[in-house]
């Protein structure tokens, strides 16, 4: 079983909807990331949170707006998606944000249509 | 973005062979990380390497740090159907960004 929890395992959402994705971790971890990844392809860095600021956002498009309400949390709100946007998203966290390795939750599988 | 170069992209082996799988890099890392991802699933962390030359196992894994901190391998002895899966090796990075190589898939043939 991971200790990074992602819900909803799955979503569905037209192109007008506003959804959120959720990310919990009560590791302790201080460092918390979202990734977008596509089908046999590697994970994408989109956001990374450290100490439940903002450190690094990669040039990921306004649609998608993160938010950290504390340690344990992670949010990505999502607005007017795209259907390329569909993905699995998934949610990481790390001890620390310095050479630190980066464990996985099982993701939410997003369809956009 | 930057990936490593990871080889062999797929591979499709008999239960019971060793299987090998290597990513290099044009650039040094502090530390490798190895990952398998099981369909549906997130990635799972099997081995962390710190250190250049490290050489460490985890069951019938064992992975190398290599000395020049461009490469890395990754071995699994006598592979059983529920090796099947992506494996995945990565970078650390300053600001602890992962670089990822591409995956090799591998298949057990029972």
């Known amino acids: 079983d991971t200790e990074v929890t992602q819900t909803p395992k799955h979503l569905v959402m037209g192109m007008t909807n506003k959804k959120s994705l959720k990310c919990e971790q009560h590791m302790g971890h201080r460092a918390m990331y979202w990734y977008k990844q596509k089908a046999k392809k590697p994970p994408e860095l989109m956001f990374v949170y450290s100490y439940e600021k903002l450190s690094i956002n990669e040039s990921v498009p306004s649609r998608f707006s993160p938010e950290c309400p504390n340690s344990s949390l992670l949010n990505l709100h999502l607005h007017a998606l795209q259907p390329e946007d569909s993905a699995l998203y998934l949610c990481?966290?790390?001890?620390?944000?310095?050479?630190?390795?980066?464990?996985f939750g099982n993701g939410t599988r997003l369809t956009v249509t | 973005g930057q990936q490593l170069n990871q080889s062999p992209q797929s591979m499709f082996i008999q239960e019971g062979e060793d299987v090998s799988m290597n990513c290099t890099s044009s650039s040094i890392f502090n530390t490798w990380l190895w990952y398998k991802q099981d369909p549906g699933e997130g990635p799972v962390l099997l081995i962390a390497?710190?250190?250049?030359?490290e050489l460490t196992s985890n069951g019938r894994l064992t992975a190398q740090f290599g000395i020049t901190r461009k490469d890395s391998f990754l071995n699994i002895s006598a592979s059983i159907p529920s090796d099947v899966g992506i494996y995945f090796c990565a970078g650390l990075r300053y600001g602890n960004k992962l670089v990822f190589g591409a995956g090799t898939i591998l298949r057990v043939k029972s």
């Open positions: 390497l710190y250190k250049a030359g």
């Open positions: 990481a966290s790390s001890q620390d944000p310095q050479n630190s390795p980066l464990h």
